[in-house]
């Protein structure tokens, strides 16, 4: 829709990189707003019991623990609220284009087909930039002794 409403006056050549340039941003700022609210960056193994067929549903968690009355202690608020800190500052730390597949495929949740496309590449180099920031940051978070 942006690139229609502010670029549509521009020659055909220029629109792939204009798109990538509005996608980037857009991510970015979606990103932001996010910490700006005080969102929640979880680990989702931090939540998942060993025992669960791998159906796991954050909103579903997040509303166990909203409805727990306090049951966490400051200490483990602090600490999850440290480890998040860490993670996002981790994510930061990315390569550009591993954060923004990393970004669109779990926070975002689009499957590969939609973030290939988003990202103009093919689903072979969406699942390569995954992995590569999966890997980067559990070895980024080990180091620093969070175990994910």
């Not at 792939?16 to 979880?42: G, H, V, Y």
């Not at 689009?110 to 890997?135: I, L, N, Y």
């Amino acid at each position: 829709m942006k690139l229609a409403q502010h670029y549509g006056d521009k020659p055909a050549a220029e629109l792939p990189m204009l798109f990538q340039r509005i996608l980037s941003n857009t991510t970015l700022d979606w990103f932001r707003r996010r910490k700006t609210r005080n969102a929640l960056f979880s680990n989702m193994s931090d939540f998942a019991s060993p025992g669960e067929d791998g159906d796991f549903d954050l909103l579903e968690t997040l509303e166990t623990l909203t409805n727990s009355d306090g049951t966490e202690s400051a200490q483990d608020a602090t600490e999850r609220s440290q480890i998040f800190r860490e993670i996002e500052l981790e994510i930061k730390e990315l390569p550009a284009r591993q954060r923004e597949a990393f970004l669109m495929r779990y926070w975002e949740e689009m499957d590969v087909a939609e973030t290939a496309a988003a990202m103009g590449c093919s689903e072979g180099s969406v699942k390569t930039h995954c992995s590569r920031a999966v890997h980067a940051l559990s070895k980024a978070l080990s180091a620093k002794g969070i175990k994910l």
